[in-house]
Each structure stands twice: as structure tokens, then as C-alpha cells.
């Protein structure tokens, strides 16, 4: 056996003691081969559970549950109230730390009217080197970390979803809506509107891994490298252009560097330094 196969052996191993388990279900690949994992090792006593606000996108939503039915897998949804939290809203660099806390709350809640044994959530060896204040919240309510207790990166995981057929494999890095929002600007269910129909635009002109970021008045898009040739072309700057300035940004600018996962954490950084 190869040493992957090796460490998804742990991961079921780990799984099929637990009895029964909730798991944190965004619909990316990690938590989609975490939800497959636990319906491997648990059956119909896994359940995928997927929270549902305004910083949850439809197009997530839609994908999470195509996943969730194409793989035979238990899943709900349920609603979380992260934006009636005024430190949420405020979007401090803590941000993420009370929408995981309010996430949290509500499995436990759930674990415990019915009897659920334990719940866990995607984080994996390579997110433990990124800013990531939601992991605080899961280590205050003892969620469990699998895919991490088996040593798996990012890398491996895609591979055996691939090797396991499922469809999330190669899907782009996925994130909520809130966070494509400057530390410091409060986030709104209309700016978070917003920001998924410009993604939404982006989408259906063919792009594959992007963010819209917001700074104020100002819509940077970030694009993948190898696809940035084709966002140069002038006509389709000026499509992007006139759409979101259409939605209501005053100036709209596309970076350089292309898509990167938390580029708005080098504010962070700097003000740090």
C-alpha cells in the first residue's frame, strides 16, 4: 500500500470509532473528502451539515449539494446568525473567528438534540501555516481535526479524491463571501450581493479560479496566472469594467499577481512589521 493510501486508512480508522459524527460541510474539497470519509467509515451516522447566511454563496450552495447527492451522502443545511454578531459585522481580522464560533455553537447544538457523538471540519496540514483565527474557535469547542490528525496536505487530498471519483478533486479553492472584503469595512448582506454577482460575471465569461476583493469603492479582481492572458484582452477588461461599475464600484482594477488565497492578511502583515 503506498503511503496515501496508508494515511486514508488512518483517517477511516480514526472515523469508525467515533460512532456517529456531524461534519462541517462548505463543500470544497477538503470538507467534501471529509464528508465522504466519515460516510465511508460511518455510514448513514455521518451527516454533512452546511451553513447557510449571506456569506454563503449560491453557487457554493448549489455545488455542495450536487456533491453531497451525486455521492450518496447524509446532508443538511442549517441557517447561522454570524451577522446579528456586531463583531462580525465589524470585519476585524478576528473575522472569521466568530463566524466559526457561531458555526460551532449550532453543530454542538445539534449534536446534542440528537445524539450525535462528536463533529469535525476540513482543516488540513497546510492550513496550519496561514491566519486562520477560525481554528482558535474550533480548538475552543474541541472540534475534531482529522484530515489533519492523518497528516494529509492539501495536494494529497485532491489525489484521493480524484483516486475516490470525486468531482470536487479539482475543484477551485473555495472561501466565503466575507472574506473578500478589506479588514475594517463592514460587511453587509448588500455588499456581499454584490461581490457574488460580479463572481457570478466572472464565472460565466469562463474564468476558473478568481476573487472580486473589495476596498471601499474599489473592485480589485485577482485571476488565476494562467489565465490571466485572456482577462487582458481589451474588449473583456472592458466587459468586467462596465459590469462592475454597473453594480456600484467606482473604480475596478485587476492585480497583477493574479489569485492567491488570503492576499488581504498582507495588510495584516504590515501593519505587524
Request: charged residues 25%; contains cysteine; hydrophobic residues 40%.
Amino acid at each position: 500500500m503506498s503511503p496515501l493510501l496508508r494515511k486514508q486508512e488512518k483517517l477511516l480508522a480514526d472515523l469508525r470509532p467515533l460512532g456517529s459524527l456531524l461534519v462541517a460541510f462548505s463543500g470544497g474539497a477538503d470538507s467534501a473528502y471529509l464528508a465522504w470519509a466519515a460516510h465511508q467509515a460511518l455510514g448513514q451516522r455521518a451527516v454533512a451539515v452546511t451553513a447557510l447566511s449571506a456569506s454563503f454563496s449560491g453557487h457554493d450552495r448549489r455545488e455542495s449539494q450536487q456533491f453531497a447527492i451525486a455521492a450518496g451522502i447524509r446532508h443538511e443545511c442549517i441557517e447561522t446568525g454570524e451577522f446579528s454578531n456586531p463583531l462580525y459585522v465589524a470585519n476585524g481580522a478576528d473575522r472569521c473567528y466568530h463566524c466559526k464560533d457561531e458555526l460551532f455553537e449550532k453543530l454542538e447544538f445539534m449534536a446534542c438534540t440528537r445524539g450525535f457523538a462528536a463533529i469535525a471540519y476540513g482543516i488540513n496540514a497546510d492550513d496550519t501555516h496561514e491566519f486562520r483565527p477560525g481554528h482558535r474557535a474550533a480548538a475552543e469547542h474541541r472540534i475534531l481535526a482529522p484530515l489533519l490528525d492523518a497528516g494529509l496536505h492539501k495536494n494529497e487530498i485532491r489525489e484521493l479524491s480524484r483516486f475516490a471519483g470525486l468531482t470536487t478533486w479539482d475543484r477551485p479553492a473555495a472561501a466565503c463571501l466575507s472574506s473578500r472584503v478589506a479588514y475594517g469595512t463592514a460587511v453587509t448582506a448588500e455588499l456581499l450581493a454584490r461581490i457574488e454577482r460580479g463572481e457570478s460575471f466572472l464565472r460565466e465569461m469562463g474564468f476558473r479560479q478568481f476573487r472580486l476583493r473589495v476596498h471601499g469603492e474599489l473592485a480589485r479582481i485577482e485571476i488565476a496566472p494562467e489565465e490571466l492572458p485572456r482577462a487582458l484582452v481589451g474588449e473583456t477588461l472592458q466587459k468586467i469594467s462596465v459590469y462592475l461599475k454597473e453594480l456600484g464600484f467606482t473604480y475596478v482594477t485587476l492585480d497583477l499577481e493574479g489569485y492567491r488565497t488570503g492576499s488581504l492578511n498582507a495588510l495584516i502583515k504590515k501593519r505587524s512589521a
